[in-house]
Structure formats: C-alpha cells, structure tokens
C-alpha cells in the first residue's frame, strides 16, 4: 500500500483530514449562455454552461408538465495524462446521469412545461473529483440561470486512505486510497441527491465519513454563494 | 446547424457601415479585435493555450504519445488535429459529434499549420520506419462569437509552441520508455492565418458573428514566416472576383506581421 | 414579522422569514419558514413575500408590449422570437386589413429579420403565445439601433409609470421603444443613440439605486 499520510498525520499535499483542496468559483463568465459557472478545486478545471428553459420540441423529448432537465459531463480530450477521445466513455455518460439526478431534486423544473434546460459541463483539465466539483458549479450555472431552486447542491467526496477517513480525496488518494465516496447535498434540508461509493467501510466509518462530506459541503456552499454575490451584488458591497 | 438570423436594423447599419468604408464598432477595415493568448493553461496537456479574439474564445491542447509512423511517411512524426464546438459556445450548437463546420475547422487549421511545415516532423521518430512521436492536438471552441478559423489557428501555433514532452527511446526489448528527459517540439516556422469577408462591396478582416451572419464570401489564408501563402480556404456558398481575393491577400499579408508579433510576445511573457 | 430584512438581496436557499404569508413569489415554504428560490432582492408585506429576480427568463404575461424578431415566415402567420424560452406567433390577419392566403404575401408585409412591435394576446402555459398587433403604435419597427437589457431590470427602465424612459427620452432626445422582454429600439440622431447607450448601461448596472430617475441627468454628464 502507498503511503498517503506521513507520520505528523499530513497528507501528500500537506493537508489535515478534514481539509478541502485550494478551490475557487465563479459565476456567470459566458456570454450566450442563460448562466455559467467555473471552478478550480485542486487541479480540476471546469466550466459549466446552462441553456434554457428553451423550446423541447425541436429537440427530443418533452414533458408537458415540467422543464426536462438534461446533462453532459464531458472531458477535453487533453485534460487527462493521456489523451481521452473525444467521443462519451460509459464513464462520461454515468457520471452525466448522477449529476442529473443530483441536481434535479433541487430544482422547481414545473415553472417551465414543454421546455428544455440544458447543462453541459466540459472538464478542461481533471483531478480526483471532479464530479463533485462539477455539481458545485453547476447549481451556481443555474442560479445565475434564473432557475428556481429550493436550495442550491454542494458536493464532495471524502475517502478512506491509510485507514484514516479524509475530506476531499485528490487524484492520487482516490487511486491508491481504500476508499472513494462522493456526496451531494442540499445543505437546508441536509438531503442527499448523491451518494455513490467504491470500497469499504464499517457502519461506524460510514456514518463519520458523511458528516465529515457535510463539513466540506458546507465550506463549499459558502464559496458558491460568494461567486454569485460576486456578480449580482458586487457594486451593492463596495 | 441553424444560426443567428440578425435583425434587419443592424444588418442595414452593418452593410451601411461597411460601404463608407466604418465598422459599427469602431474598427478600422484590417484592424483584429483585441487578442488575448495565454499559453500553458493546462499543466496536464503537453501544451496548450486559450485564445480570446474578441468574444471569440478557443482552447487548444496538445498531447505527445507515440506508435507507428504512416507507411507513406515512416520516417516523420504524426500531426492530428481535430475540433470540437463545445454546447456551451453558443445556443445554437448541440452535443455530439463533430459537425461539417467543425470538421473544416479543423482540416483548415491543420493545413495552414502542415503546409508551413512549422514543425519539423522529421526530428519527430523514434525509431525510423517503426515508432514515431503522434502530436494529438485538440481544438475545443468555448464561444462562437465569429472567425473560429484564427482564433483557433492561433491557439494551436500558441500550444505547439508552449509544448513541453518527454523524450523517449526504445528499449533492447522493443519497448519504448522515456529517456528521463524532456524537449520543446522542433519549431521551424510560424503561421499566422489571416480571415477575410466580403460583405456587399466591402472587404474587412476578423468577422465578429454578426458581420460573419451576414457575410458574402469568406477566405482564409495562411501566410508562412517568408510571407508565402501556404493554405487557403474559401468559405461560404457564393462568388469571389480575383480582384477581391487579390485584395484579401494584400490586406492579410500587411496584417500578419502584427499578429505574428503578438502570438511571439504573449508566448515571451508567459514562457 | 421581520420587515428589517425586507431589500436585502437573496440568493437561493436563504431563509427569509418565518410567519403567516399568505402568497410568496420566488420563495419556497417548508413548513412555515420561507426561504428563496432566486437570486434577488427580497421584498415583504404585511402578509407577502417575495424575492424580485435579478436573473432568468422572460415568461411573456398577457398585454406586455414586446419587440420580436421575424425568425420565420409562415403561410399565414410569422414566427417572432421574443427573447423568451417559447417563441411566438403573429397570425396575418392583424397586418392584412382582410387577410386572403391566396392574394397575400406574408413576406411582403414583415420579411426575416424584421423587428415587429406587438403586444401578448394569448398566453397558454408550455405553448407558443400569440401576438397581437392592436394598439397605438404597434407594428414594424423601421429604424433605430437595438440594445438588450435583463428583462427582469425592464420595470427599473421604464420606472413608475414610465418615468423612467420619459426621462431618457428627455435628456438625450431620442425615441425610445422598450419591449417587456428586455429588446429596446432607440431612434435618433448618432449622439443621442450614445447617450440612450450610456443609460441603458447605467439600469443595467445600478438598477438597485434608489432614486435612480432624479440621479439619471448627472450620470448621463
């Protein structure tokens, strides 16, 4: 096993447990886009684009009684260290679907029948969780958007390594580590809309691990509603 | 793919503009919008840069792997290079595959580059005949505010320029690892891609999207550091005269020095 | 109550009060606390709530006033995009006096591109709307330059009763024509059009400024 914690209880990049990578968010950078969003959180980069509510019926599918939500996850093909192709991996297309279903509970989608609201995610350079920082721009992209939601999604992942359970795994915790537990919430209602885990732990660590993802959760919520004061508000502060 | 369909008060202030010799904002004929290149932006790519032309904005990224050369050019390196519009450019693009659109941009960007023979593809092989260096470069178009064709040639010259890779050999086995060290490409020339249309009887340079919606032929030409033309598309489905083509090259050939120097400073002072 | 909080600004999921309202807009009720669903600024009543949005689409209302583009040109009617997530329909007998599909030529009247001055005259959920053209000085927009504002920041430029584009129109001598979906068509000479420019950026950005009509005449210096 590869040492991921060194003997003063620091981690490869010299963070505590409960410490979340150096992250920062922005909102509304594009300009055709109904709302937009960008994020770094360790070396993740990724920018987050919403269009609509827009017409459904010059496009696939149509739900009479509210906006469908659609989703794409989509990495450039040089954001990994090799080359990914430009076409949906299974993993891109998963990844889409949980985000969806992430963000979808948090959203008042029944204001817009017969309408469309898309959300394409491109991922310009990726880091170990990435999914997590994507549903964190992307409630940001559809604040900015107009998008009524009951609460805005922040998510993270917190992970096993070494036998501690940690906040915010990096690329290299998430390979070598035990453990990988990504979590979106809405922190009002503290419902989960993402759970998704690979490895295993005790009920007890179970238990410890989310609370420790509602600890960053929160942290990261703070930073999503500055990026939005930011742009609505900022010449109200100053 | 279904675009901006401009309403017919600006289209007549364009046109109108246009034929006294004024852009609507402000341009001079042959003046670019502002252009910003900020190379090195992905420290995962080999290299990589993102280009803003205006509110056109593109990334381009470079990824060094190797394999096998080409049968009919098995002692050069491999050049690929595609394009994608990402659905956030623009409310009217879509998921999916590359379309038409981006499939030019991509074949019209890789000639420009190819032709001038910028890098050197024969310092490019590992072993000749066997395993060469594959440069996979990768255009993707983050807003579509007009002339895609240089902002995203530029991003590429920016990317190949910054690339940073690992030099490899092969080993007794026939396996190929790297030496442990690490080499900029060999870069030969500098092509600089200019954009012309016509809109009725006037001819400007860098198209932003309204003018390019409503443009009457389009050529793009690419111009080597000799000041050779070295790649040309005509775009859009409607006639040049040779004067007019004849005038577009005159009017790029003057601008390419400008460019050229702005792509070399951004690269000076971010590498 | 807690009326201290009411124009703060508000981002979704903030808790804006608890208590007896009894109608809210842009917020939600989860059992009887409030909390917002928009970015906006919060307003509340004696017995209302509601955040006004700083962001979002245009949801056309019936009687709005609104600039369309001519997208399409139908057999008998054109298709206008309103700026709004539907499109709308303006059928031809409101600009043929006795519409005849046999004699009429729609694209004689109103050809793509063209920029229509049209009211809301039926607006059914999830459904195209239908344009009306009657009413003063309703029609074809034949000149003027073409700005954009955040529909949601139209009541600001146009002001109570107006006032607002009155007073525009005023200090810079242009016409003004302001759509509920956020187009606006300005008709002058080139300095005024700067001017309608400088304002419309000046709503754009300070629409929060109380006061904002009395302060228009410095700003615009």
Not at chain 2, 78 to 91: C, F, G, H, R, W
């Amino acid at each position: 096993m590869m040492n991921l914690i060194d003997e003063g209880g620091k981690r490869l990049d010299g963070r505590s447990f409960d410490q979340l990578r150096p992250f920062s968010m922005q909102a509304g950078l594009l300009k055709s886009a109904s709302g937009s969003a960008y994020i770094e959180q360790g070396g993740n980069k990724i920018l987050v684009g919403v269009y609509g509510p827009r017409d459904s019926r010059s496009r696939y599918g149509t739900n009479q009684d509210k906006a469908v939500l659609r989703c794409r996850y989509h990495m450039l093909p040089f954001s990994t260290e090799e080359r990914k192709s430009p076409q949906p991996s299974r993993r891109e297309i998963e990844i889409s679907k949980v985000i969806r279903d992430a963000l979808e509970p948090a959203l008042l989608l029944e204001e817009f029948p017969r309408s469309v609201i898309d959300i394409y995610i491109e991922v310009l350079q990726s880091d170990g969780g990435s999914r997590g920082a994507s549903i964190t721009a992307a409630s940001i992209a559809l604040a900015d958007a107009g998008i009524p939601m009951k609460d805005l999604v922040s998510a993270v992942a917190v992970g096993k390594v070494n036998g501690h359970l940690v906040l915010d795994l990096s690329d290299t915790e998430d390979k070598e580590g035990e453990v990988d537990l990504p979590i979106a919430v809405m922190l009002n209602s503290g419902l989960i809309t993402l759970m998704q885990m690979d490895g295993k732990l005790s009920e007890d660590e179970f238990r410890q691990a989310i609370d420790l993802a509602m600890g960053g959760a929160k942290e990261l919520r703070e930073a999503q509603r500055k990026a939005l004061v930011q742009k609505y508000f900022k010449e109200v502060d100053s | 793919m279904k675009g901006l369909v401009l309403d017919n008060l600006r289209r007549d202030q364009l046109t109108d503009a246009i034929s006294k010799g004024r852009r609507l904002d402000g341009r001079g004929m042959s003046e670019y919008r502002k252009l910003e290149i900020r190379p090195g932006i992905i420290p995962k790519a080999e290299g990589s840069a993102r280009v803003k032309l205006g509110d056109t904005e593109v990334m381009a990224g470079v990824k060094i792997e190797h394999g096998k050369p080409f049968p009919d050019t098995p002692d050069q390196g491999v050049l690929i290079i595609n394009a994608e519009v990402l659905p956030l450019a623009s409310e009217y693009a879509e998921p999916g595959p590359p379309d038409e659109d981006a499939i030019e941009l991509a074949r019209v960007v890789d000639r420009g580059i190819r032709e001038s023979k910028m890098v050197d593809v024969n310092k490019l092989v590992i072993v000749p005949g066997k395993e060469v260096y594959l440069m996979y470069v990768d255009i993707s178009v983050i807003s579509t505010g007009g002339n895609l064709f240089d902002a995203s040639s530029y991003a590429v010259v920016a990317a190949l320029i910054n690339t940073k890779f690992k030099i490899l050999k092969q080993e007794e086995n026939g396996s190929v690892t790297p030496t442990g060290e690490t080499s900029e490409l060999p870069i030969v020339d500098l092509p600089v891609s200019i954009t012309a249309v016509k809109i009725k009887k006037g001819i400007i340079l860098d198209p932003d999207v309204e003018e390019e919606s409503i443009n009457d032929g389009r050529l793009t030409v690419a111009y080597d550091q000799e000041g050779n033309l070295c790649a040309i598309q005509k775009g859009q489905a409607s006639g040049l005269k040779v004067e007019e083509i004849m005038e577009m090259v005159k009017m790029g050939k003057e601008k390419v020095p400008e460019i050229r120097e702005m792509i070399r400073g951004a690269l000076e002072k971010n590498g | 109550m807690e009326d201290d909080k009411a124009g703060r600004y508000v981002l979704p999921g903030d808790f804006l009060g608890s208590g007896e309202y009894k109608s809210w807009a842009n917020a939600i009720k989860i059992g009887d606390k409030f909390y917002a669903t928009r970015v906006g600024v919060l307003e509340m009543g004696e017995d209302r709530i509601r955040v006004i949005p700083m962001s979002g689409p245009y949801i056309p209302k019936l009687g709005d006033v609104v600039i369309g583009k001519v997208i399409e040109v139908m057999p008998v009617a054109w298709t206008l995009d309103i700026n709004s997530f539907f499109n709308a329909f303006l059928p031809a007998q409101h600009a043929f006096r006795s519409f005849d599909p046999e004699r009429d030529e729609l694209s004689n009247k109103f050809k793509l591109g063209d920029l229509i001055l049209a009211s809301i005259a039926k607006v059914e959920r999830g459904r195209d709307s239908m344009l009306s053209l009657d009413g003063e000085g309703l029609g074809k927009i034949e000149e003027g330059e073409v700005f954009r504002i955040s529909q949601v920041k139209v009541p600001r430029l146009i002001g109570k009763k107006g006032s607002m584009v009155q007073k525009i129109e005023e200090l810079t001598g242009a016409q003004i024509f302001v759509g509920q979906n956020g187009i606006i068509v300005a008709k002058g000479p080139p300095e005024s059009i700067t001017k309608v420019k400088r304002a419309i950026e000046i709503v754009e950005t300070m629409a929060h400024m109380s006061g904002l009509t009395d302060k228009m005449e410095d700003l615009l210096r």
